[in-house]
């Protein structure tokens, strides 16, 4: 079945620095892509997605990346600021459900 | 405040129990789904309704089932319950069927089981 690898587990930066987050997936036919950011004791929120037919998409400071050849997909966090520190899950489409990554824990300091 | 909506929010009960988790949709969305959330295991897809009507299974175990009701809000059961079982029990709920659409969680359920 479907497989999402996330990598890293954890990552920590500094204020104002960049963090990338990346994905692998196994399944050809999935289509979409979406990033989720689950802060602690709260619910996972969308914070941006992508699908197939698009290989990049930005929305003020955070982007995401799809190669479709290479099966993965990478999640850009521009300046980031102590409010970015949460979890981070990236998902891949399995028909109509979603299979999600184990998750990374961001940690920005000041 | 993502429109979804679940109770309870805690439930603390024993091993060997049965116990039914609520979720109401966003309205005008036909598609819940339920994941469970562990510490090591991340979010876990189990299960996808679509008006009603069971459209997906992931990783859902033969003690746990759910259901869909005609005003679309759905139950998730778990029945003869183990330590293990202790987890966050998310549900979404998306738009429509035909691809896969944006999911809105809903708050969680933090099922202990002593």
């Known amino acids: 079945g479907e497989n999402v690898e996330q990598h890293p587990s954890t990552l920590s930066v500094q204020e104002g620095d960049s963090a990338v987050i990346k994905c692998t997936y196994s399944?050809?036919?999935?289509?979409?892509f979406p990033w989720y950011k689950q802060e602690l004791g709260k619910r996972p929120q969308l914070i941006i997605d992508i699908r197939s037919n698009v290989g990049e998409k930005k929305d003020q400071r955070i982007a995401v990346t799809l190669n479709k050849t290479a099966k993965h997909f990478s999640l850009h966090i521009t300046e980031t600021q102590p409010e970015d520190s949460a979890v981070y899950f990236c998902a891949a489409s399995k028909g109509t459900a979603l299979i999600f990554g184990k998750g990374t824990t961001l940690s920005v300091s000041s | 405040d993502s429109g979804v909506t679940q109770t309870p929010k805690h439930l603390i009960t024993a091993t060997g129990q049965r116990v039914t988790l609520r979720c109401s949709p966003r309205s005008g969305d036909l598609s819940v789904y339920w994941y469970q959330q562990s510490l090591d295991q991340g979010l876990q897809f189990l299960i996808q309704y679509y008006n009603g009507e069971e459209r997906a299974k992931g990783n859902i175990l033969e003690r746990f089932s759910a259901q869909q009701f005609p005003d679309l809000h759905s139950e998730l059961n778990l029945s003869s319950l183990e330590l293990g079982d202790s987890a966050l029990y998310f549900c979404a709920s998306s738009a429509g069927l035909s691809r896969a659409y944006e999911q809105y969680f809903g708050p969680g359920t933090r099922l202990t089981v002593t």
């Open positions: 399944d050809s036919a999935s289509n979409y």
